[in-house]
């Protein structure tokens, strides 16, 4: 399902000495360090609820609408973008546990390679107990995005 979002604050610029500290540890580990979980949901909770708050959270924080591109030899620069669209994975009967799975075993080898192209993705798991799980990397996270 493709959750499409507007936000403000679009832009381009060099990374800030924190985000350029976390880039260069994930590049030296080979992998992201993203952060996230997976909660469950309120009985009665649709399809349509995450949709509405997946994109309240991508309109809301820059952070979470920013992506990193190459810049020459050098670290990668910050665009932020003030719209786009990002898939909210439906699994569809399933438990909560299969969705925990999917967050924890969801591959992000290096920095940049997001399943969703931006630093978050966000599933929902329809069965008897729903849940939803958002990892949102740090790397990507201004200083004013908290």
Do not use: N
């Amino acid at each position: 399902m493709r959750v499409t979002f507007e936000g403000s604050g679009a832009g381009s610029g060099p990374l800030s000495w924190g985000q350029l500290d976390i880039w260069l540890k994930m590049t030296a580990v080979g992998h992201a360090m993203a952060m996230g979980g997976v909660r469950p949901l309120p009985p009665g909770t649709t399809l349509d609820d995450v949709a509405g708050e997946l994109r309240f959270l991508m309109s809301r924080y820059e952070c979470l609408r920013t992506r990193l591109v190459p810049d020459g030899d050098g670290p990668p620069r910050q665009v932020v973008h003030g719209s786009g669209s990002i898939e909210l994975e439906v699994l569809d009967h399933v438990d909560a546990g299969t969705v925990e799975a999917r967050f924890r075993d969801a591959p992000s080898t290096t920095p940049t390679s997001g399943r969703s192209g931006w630093p978050s993705s966000a599933t929902a798991g329809c069965a008897a107990t729903s849940s939803w799980s958002c990892p949102t990397s740090s790397w990507t996270a201004p200083a004013r995005c908290s």
